[in-house]
């Protein structure tokens, strides 16, 4: 089944360790987000990638990074994470061309909640 | 900054009852759309409602739109234990070519049998 995978789903690193969330998607969609989600808060999105376009959001801190190889793959860096960086880590997609069909619905993944120590 | 505020924050009913939770946001939208997210799950869609709709309905869920107060609702009938989850609105504004979502706070919803 198509569908959108995070690995690892736990995650648990030090203060100032630097940690690689990744997600992975065989839907073959041109977009790619990732989202941080505390607890009982809505999904604030960090950045998003239109194919290789990055675009980050003004307000994400310079510690979180991203790659995206292929189309396939994304990954979140967080170079060094702090106590306030303890999160679910949400991963979806969307395809634009499916617009005017789906209306840029977004399929998550599983999420990976990182815990730091 | 997050357009979406939804109402109430949490809902306690019991099996067989109705369920309704409100959303409303700032500026005009393409669409608007309601996501489940069971405890330490990612979010799963349920229903999108366009600008141009004023009402929807897949299954036991019903979604409406009223764009002249900017606001939303979605009604769970009859409903059951597994509906228990956090849910969330968002919007996709009409100046977007992309798809960025703005998610309202959510409404955690627990269903007692």
């Known amino acids: 089944d198509a569908m959108v995978i995070q690995n690892p789903r736990y995650q648990v690193t030090q203060f100032g360790k630097p940690v690689t969330l990744s997600c992975s998607q065989t839907l073959n969609h041109n977009v790619m987000y990732w989202y941080q989600q505390k607890s009982s808060q809505a999904p604030k999105l960090l950045f998003h990638?239109?194919?290789?376009?990055?675009?980050n959001e003004a307000d994400t801190p310079d510690n979180f990074q991203s790659r995206r190889p292929n189309t396939s793959f994304c990954f979140l860096d967080i170079r060094s994470p702090g106590l306030g960086d303890a999160a679910m880590y949400l991963c979806?997609?969307?395809?634009?061309?499916?617009?005017?069909?789906?209306?840029?619905?977004?399929?998550f993944g599983p999420g990976t909640r990182l815990t730091v120590l | 900054s997050q357009q979406g505020e939804e109402d109430p924050q949490a809902l306690s009913i019991q099996e067989g009852e109705n369920a309704t939770m409100n959303c409303s946001y700032k500026t005009s939208i393409n669409n608007l759309q309601w996501y489940r997210q069971n405890s330490g799950r990612g979010l799963v869609h349920l229903i999108l409602?366009?600008?141009?709709?004023r009402e929807k309905h897949s299954g036991r869920l019903r979604v409406t739109l009223d764009t002249s107060k900017k606001s939303s609702s979605l009604l769970i009938t009859a409903s059951r234990a597994a509906d228990t989850a956090s849910y969330f609105c968002a919007t996709v504004e009409t100046t977007d070519s992309w798809g960025k979502f703005q998610f309202g706070a959510g409404t955690q919803v627990v269903v007692t049998p």
């Open positions: 409602i366009r600008s141009n709709e």
């Open positions: 990638y239109y194919d290789k376009d990055f675009n």
């Open positions: 979806a997609t969307s395809s634009p061309t499916l617009k005017y069909l789906v209306g840029n619905e977004q399929f």
